[in-house]
């Protein structure tokens, strides 16, 4: 299967701290993905989106500085995994995040690469920049 790699950056005007805990902490994260979400804040541990239309596991934590996950959506092939790792870098006036996700079956990367920035970066700079 052909894959490709989405590369995307945001600067969010708040702390570090409040957009690791958007993505980490299931109740911020269904407030702004407007979803049923479950989130394990361990290594290792597993966590579902969007009523478990995408899931992974967490293969890399560091506090407020980055998450690195396995990612798949449900229609994805079988056993078939991304790899989505979110940087953030605090920067004049908020946090800069830098996100890439490698292994997106190309044949949905146009409407993966759109579906994060519709849902999780906009409504996410909606909820922390009140």
């Known amino acids: 299967m052909e894959t490709k790699t989405i590369k995307q950056s945001v600067t969010i005007k708040a ?12 109740k911020i994260h269904a407030e702004f993905t407007s979803g049923e979400v479950s989130i394990s804040r ?3 541990g597993k966590f579902s989106t969007f009523g478990g ?12 500085k980055k998450i690195v ?13 991304s790899r989505a790792a979110f940087t953030l870098t605090k920067v ?6 830098t996100f890439t996700q490698t ?5 949905q990367y146009g409407d993966i690469a759109e579906g994060w920035k519709d849902y ?3 409504p996410m700079k909606k909820l ?3």
Do not use: S
């Not at 239309?53 to 407020?64: R, T």
């Not at 996950?69 to 995994?81: I, L």
């Open 15 to 26: 702390a570090p701290h409040a957009v690791y805990e958007a993505l980490m902490d299931a």
């Open 42 to 44: 361990k290594l290792g």
């Open 53 to 64: 239309y995408a899931e992974g596991i967490n293969v890399e934590l560091e506090q407020d």
């Open 69 to 81: 996950q396995t990612w798949r959506a449900e229609d994805w092939p079988e056993g078939h995994y």
């Open 92 to 97: 004049t006036g908020g946090t800069k995040l």
């Open 103 to 107: 292994g997106v079956p190309a044949d």
């Open 120 to 122: 999780y970066w906009a």
């Open 128 to 130: 922390l920049e009140k």
